[in-house]
């Protein structure tokens, strides 16, 4: 192998934005301004004078008072608004006529708090682990309403969840069924159970791809017959009683085209189900993935507007088909949590690059990174982000917010403006990272991982404490 230097220019680990360059701002007033589609509903900036103290306040409490109490950075969970966002849900799909089922998905973030949050907004809960099923347990959720789902569940795992009662199990191969069966018949329960189906559907923010093949871990196929099979397989079985099919196409979806291909094949199989098994299909699940706003050219669907347009397509699926319409179900975990919450940093190293042609990109490194969002590194996620803890009448300059980690793609914001005059101590936010950021926080370089606050009417309190380099050390046992 030929490995060849090539020489570190300023562009030098340049990664470019799949998102080009944002418009520049049409001046210093427009960073001030915070879109009511990106920020929690509770968020502003009230018009207090003097102008350069107008720092953001989330449900009554600013952010610099945060900061000053709980450390930096910070996750900032607007209580209100994620109810809001989850009666929103669980309300737009209560239909009299055709009942659906909302389930919050606990992978995008869960804590004892929020699952009892969850509880109380009527909603039901999917977790894909033993340690999200705990937290559950913990929070004392009706584990009726508990959906598990996962393509790799152990055994261990399944028995742990028919000791606590987890409603449904939604199986995804002929080894986990075979394995619940075993567990459900030794505790000597009947698991209700949904197959899951791929139905050759990938559907990203704009786009879907509909192809005839799957080639992917989850789900059984339709194509070659195997989620039929699966569901001979469970009503064969005496411990397992089969209650639908559920399917899930993506994430970040901004449209219905995807899930209407999808109900069509479901439906599809449904019949095939009827006509070949003698099977009735109770429940159609369709699913999360629902978008939200990252930045101000998002436009997702509200959930009452998604709810009318997944009934109306499985009603006239149904329909021409001849079936029944079975109950739905959906399992929003980003739509609900994402846009409820927010990151504050503070900033540290202010470091202008000059990327030639008179160009110039101001790194702007904060005391995170990384490792409290994985998402721009791993998907090339887009953000919102803005100076919070004042304002300024500086000129707006393309800015790049980047961690503190030793890694060149640690990048948080790739590419952003921010006024010119930001300095060290100033506090900066980015905006929806409710879901996936806090869930899929790591400890790389051994930075303990920041707390999740709540706030509502005016106060702040710990959902997740910070972590602390002794919570660090505690696992090494040389330490
Ligand atoms: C990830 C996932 C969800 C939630 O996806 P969001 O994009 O957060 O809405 C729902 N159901 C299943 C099966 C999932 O894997």
């Not at 192998?1 to 020489?7: F, I, K, L, Y």
């Not at 699952?115 to 959720?141: N, P, Q």
């Not at 990938?202 to 989620?227: C, M, P, R, V, Y």
């Amino acid at each position: 192998m030929t490995v060849r230097a090539h020489p570190a220019g300023p562009r030098h680990g340049e990664i470019l934005s799949p998102h080009g360059t944002p418009q520049a701002p049409t001046g210093p007033e427009a960073l001030h301004e915070l879109d009511p589609a990106v920020w929690p509903l509770s968020a502003s900036r009230p018009d207090a004078p003097p102008l350069a103290a107008r720092s953001v306040v989330v449900a009554g409490v600013d952010v610099r008072d945060l900061v000053a109490e709980h450390g930096s950075p910070l996750y900032v969970l607007d209580e209100a608004d994620f109810r809001a966002r989850a009666r929103a849900f669980h309300d737009a799909f209560a239909d009299e006529e055709l009942p659906a089922d909302v389930f919050y998905a606990g992978k995008a973030f869960l804590s004892v708090r929020v699952a009892r949050w969850v509880a109380e907004e009527g909603l039901g809960l999917d977790v894909c682990t033993g340690g999200e099923l705990l937290t559950a347990a913990r929070a004392g959720f009706p584990m009726a309403r508990v959906a598990f789902h996962g393509n790799n569940k152990s055994v261990d795992e399944l028995d742990l969840a028919l000791e606590h009662g987890v409603g449904r199990f939604v199986v995804d191969s002929f080894e986990e069924v075979a394995r619940l069966a075993a567990a459900a018949q030794d505790r000597g329960v009947v698991a209700d159970v949904l197959v899951r189906v791929t139905v050759g559907v990938e559907a990203h923010t704009h786009e879907f791809i509909a192809t005839a093949h799957e080639d992917q871990k989850f789900g059984l196929s339709l194509a070659t017959g195997a989620a039929q099979e699966a569901v001979r397989r469970v009503v064969a079985l005496p411990s397992l009683r089969l209650v639908g099919l559920h399917s899930h196409i993506g994430s970040q979806i901004f449209d219905a085209a995807g899930f209407d291909v999808a109900a069509h094949r479901m439906v599809e199989l449904a019949v095939r189900l009827r006509d070949e098994e003698g099977v009735a299909i109770e429940e159609l699940d369709l699913g999360g993935g629902m978008g939200i706003a990252y930045t101000a050219g998002d436009d997702p669907m509200a959930p009452d507007e998604m709810a009318a347009l997944l009934r109306g397509i499985v009603r006239r699926e149904c329909a021409a088909a001849g079936l029944a319409v079975p109950r739905l179900a959906v399992e929003p975990g980003r739509a609900i949590v994402g846009p409820s919450m927010v990151t504050v940093y503070t900033v540290g190293t202010v470091k202008p690059v000059d990327l030639g042609g008179g160009q110039v990109r101001v790194y702007v490194s904060v005391d995170g990174g990384m490792s409290d969002n994985i998402r721009t590194a791993l998907y090339d996620a887009d953000y919102t982000v803005r100076l919070v803890s004042r304002v300024s009448d500086a000129e707006p300059v393309l800015s790049r917010v980047v961690g503190r980690h030793c890694e060149s793609g640690d990048v948080v914001v790739r590419d952003c403006w921010l006024p010119g005059d930001l300095a060290p101590g100033d506090l900066i936010a980015v905006a929806a990272t409710g879901a996936y950021c806090r869930a899929m926080a790591s400890n790389y370089n051994q930075v303990p991982r920041p707390p999740v606050v709540s706030v509502r009417d005016g106060r702040s309190s710990v959902v997740l404490r910070r972590e602390t380099p002794d919570d660090l050390l505690a696992l090494d046992t040389d330490a």
